[in-house]
Structure formats: C-alpha cells, structure tokens
C-alpha cells in the first residue's frame, strides 16, 4: 500500500513563509505527477500547484510567483514553498499523486490526510 503524510503546515502572519512537504511510503517505483491542492472553509477543493516527473509545472494563477512546487524523486517527496502568504491562501493543504507505480499495483489519484495552513492578518 502507498501512503502521503504532509507536513509544514500552521500559523503564519501575512507576508510570512511556509514550506509544506509530503512523503509518500510503500514500495514505490514511479509517481508520475505530484500536485497539491487546498480547501478553504465552504470552497471546493482546487488545484495549487502541480509537478511531473520530469519536473514540468502549473500553477493556480493565484499563487504564481509566491509558491513554488518541487520534488525529490529518490525520496518520493513533494514540498511546497509557499511566500508572501496572504489570508486567502488559509485553507487545509492536501497532498495527491497519481499514476503511482508500487509493485504490481498501479494507483490513481492518491491523497494524504491534509494540513491546515492558517495566515492572519
């Protein structure tokens, strides 16, 4: 089984930074793209940000130039450097990878349990 465990999250005053990071566990050969996405309060989930294998990205248009998205493919991690917060960036931040390549099993659409990013003003 795979599993994603984010980290990084909590509190930070506008114009602050955060780094968010998730591990993804299990006997993992391949993750094709990494992406992370976020959830404010009474929004739908939407797209932040999303990386390739081969290091290919997009962003939100709402976070371009502030985050940045990167990965570490020998340790099958994704981080999230996330600067100039502003409160509209609080929201809980989910980890997904798909087309994940473990063993025999390939897995779609993979999510870690979320991490709260909270930015006052």
Known sequence: ????????GGLV?????LRLSCAASGSIFSI????WYRQ?????RELVAAITSGGST??????KGRFTISRDNAKNTV?????????????????NADRV????????GLWGQGTLVTVSS
């Open 58 to 63: 997009n962003y939100a248009d709402s976070v």
């Open 13 to 17: 005053q506008a114009g602050g930074s």
């Open 101 to 108: 390549l473990a063993g025999p099993t390939r897995y779609f």
């Open 40 to 44: 404010a309060s009474g929004k739908q």
């Open 32 to 35: 094709n793209t990494m992406a």
């Open 79 to 95: 981080y999230l450097q996330m600067n100039s917060l502003k409160p509209e960036d609080t929201a809980v931040y989910y980890c």
């Open 1 to 8: 089984q795979v599993h994603l465990v984010e980290s990084g």
